[in-house]
Nanobody, 124 residues
Framework: QVQLVESGGGLVQAGGSLRLSCAAS????????MGWFRQAPGKEREFVAA????????YYADSVKGRFTISRDNAKNTVYLQMNSLKPEDTAVYYC?????????????????WGKGTLVTVSS
């Protein structure tokens, strides 16, 4: 069983930056795919970024490519999402998720474990 706890959300002005953290408890194996998703008010949850616990190139949604960076610290069992050049449309609850035995970093359907989310609000 894996538990995920997000932190780092808050209020920021457009153009600003935030770094989200996702602390994982339990054993994370190299086969895990770790991801960030978000859900804006009145919208469906959408994929943001993913990375394999074993490393390799990350995967991003087109809407955040070039602005967001996902990374992981295996020693700390933590995944990060560095968000730069934030826009009001980035306002959402951001969720960390994990999938055991992901075939690749693109295998982001059916994430098995989810955190409770952290709210990011970007003011214009």
């Amino acid at each position: 069983q894996v538990q995920l706890v997000e932190s780092g959300g808050g209020l920021v002005q457009a153009g600003g930056s935030l770094r989200l953290s996702c602390a994982a408890s339990g054993r994370i194996f190299s086969s895990y795919v770790m991801g960030w998703f978000r859900q804006a008010p009145g919208k469906e949850r959408e994929f943001v970024a993913a990375i394999k616990w074993s490393g390799g190139n990350p995967y991003y949604a087109d809407s955040v490519k070039g602005r967001f960076t996902i990374s992981r610290d295996n020693a700390k069992n933590t995944v990060y999402l560095q968000m730069n050049s934030l826009k009001p449309e980035d306002t959402a609850v951001y969720y960390c998720a994990a999938k055991p035995y992901g075939s690749s970093v693109y295998d982001t359907e059916g994430m098995a474990y989810w955190g409770k989310g952290t709210l990011v609000t970007v003011s214009s």
